[in-house]
């Protein structure tokens, strides 16, 4: 059975918080997001340590898919000693009118008895012209996600992508290397 910890709960009350930050340096995002084709899996390749993501996980990702009132199914999962965690959520544009990859995600706590919803920010920082490798990041500069479709990238995209949020201010130094195996875990409707 999965387990849907308390971790997951925090952190919606934290970006909650978080979001509403102020920041100095002004943030550049994706301009046109192609959602269509941000959907499908993303598996972490790097990211600043928070207290809502378990330090010891591994295989983390996210399932993005596109629901038919242009919303997104967000389903981020890890794995610690063999055991499935997961929360799920639902993503959608910040502004509907703007061209700019700034988005919402919106969870509910507790995810056993859904009843408080928590909203956070997902921005787009970069997406490479394939749609194969992003940054994601938000207003705060407290967050910071390093995504690939591929569970393992080559180290000079890595560094690019490394680049790519110092760029937007983010201290790279924080980040740590998510743990990812050679052959990822099925999905939950394969037998986890």
């Known amino acids: 059975m999965a387990e849907r910890p308390m971790r997951h709960c925090l952190f919606l009350l934290a970006s909650l918080l978080l979001t509403t930050v102020a920041t100095s340096n002004a943030t550049t995002v994706v301009k046109n997001l192609d959602l269509k084709r941000y959907m499908g899996r993303w598996y972490e390749i790097?990211?600043?340590?928070?207290?809502?993501?378990?330090?010891?996980?591994?295989?983390?990702?996210?399932?993005?898919?596109?629901?038919?009132?242009?919303?997104?199914?967000?389903?981020?999962?890890?794995?610690?000693d063999g055991k499935r965690s997961y929360v799920e959520g639902i993503a959608y544009k910040?502004?509907?009118?703007?061209?700019?990859?700034?988005?919402?995600v919106k969870f509910y706590v507790p995810p056993s008895v859904p009843i408080f919803p928590v909203i956070g920010d997902y921005w787009v920082l970069y997406i490479d012209q394939d749609y194969q490798n992003a940054v994601v990041g938000g207003p705060t500069k407290i967050f910071l996600w390093i995504l690939s479709r591929k569970s393992h990238i080559d180290d000079a995209t890595y560094k690019e992508l490394v680049e790519k949020a110092k760029n937007e201010g983010y201290d790279v130094s924080k980040l740590r290397k998510t743990p990812q195996s050679e052959k990822p875990p099925p999905a939950a409707e394969e037998g986890v």
């Open 46 to 80: 790097a990211r600043f340590p928070t207290f809502f993501e378990k330090s010891n996980a591994v295989d983390t990702r996210a399932t993005y898919t596109l629901n038919d009132n242009g919303t997104v199914h967000v389903l981020n999962e890890d794995f610690v």
């Open 94 to 104: 910040a502004d509907p009118k703007s061209d700019e990859a700034k988005l919402k």
